[in-house]
């Protein structure tokens, strides 16, 4: 069957590329993704518990930590532009614990081990599961524990109280709106 053409018969295909808008690459898209990604690591995942399941929900979170850690280098990029000095970022990160777990966390998933630390202490990722405790049946979401400074912690709550420290510091610095 041959492919609409703007002239009947003419042509049995039609050739189109797309290309779109220049793509966000910035701070704010960095931004503007971590909500939406969060909010698909809290809601009850519907489809059985599985090895598959809980391993791509860890690679999901491992994904959001990375995400909001490395929002702090768009941010930077940006400095000009924004009127936040690198070292203020730099130093936000320093100063306030749950960035400073961010990026020990986010730095032990891509080198394997710290050296140093920025939080005190390296956190530890326990073993993923899936838990179904409390939801609605036949649902489940990822019970992710890290150890860290002799507390055991969720690992959704730690990137969830990451990325409430960024749009604290995002307002306090009036990027976003409060």
């Keep these: 069957m041959p492919y609409a053409s703007d002239s009947a018969g003419s042509a049995d295909r039609a050739d189109v590329t797309l290309t779109p808008a220049s793509p966000a690459y910035g701070w ?4 503007e993704r971590l909500d939406p990604a969060l909010l698909a690591l809290r809601l009850p995942r ?14 999901d979170l491992d994904y959001l930590l990375i995400d909001a850690y490395h929002l702090k280098d768009f941010l930077k990029v940006d400095a000009v532009a924004t009127g936040v000095s690198r070292n203020r970022v730099e130093n936000q990160i ?20 710290l050296t140093t630390t920025r939080s005190g202490s390296a956190p530890t990722f326990g073993s ?19 150890s860290h400074q002799g507390r055991k912690l969720d690992g959704i ?6 990325v409430e420290a960024w749009r604290t510091a995002l307002q306090d610095w009036g ?3 409060i």
Excluded at 96 to 108: E, G, I, T, V, W
Excluded at 133 to 140: D, E, H, N, P, Y
Excluded at 157 to 162: D, P
């Design 28 to 31: 704010i898209a960095r931004w």
């Design 46 to 59: 519907p489809e059985p518990i599985s090895g598959v399941g809980i391993s791509e929900a860890r690679r």
């Design 175 to 177: 990027l976003i709106p």
């Design 94 to 113: 320093n100063t306030s614990p749950a960035l400073a777990l961010l990026a020990d966390a986010c730095n032990l998933l891509k080198h394997g081990s």
């Design 128 to 146: 993923p599961s899936g838990t179904s405790i409390g939801m609605a049946k036949g649902t489940w979401r990822l019970d992710q524990p890290i």
């Design 157 to 162: 709550q730690v990137a969830s109280n990451a």
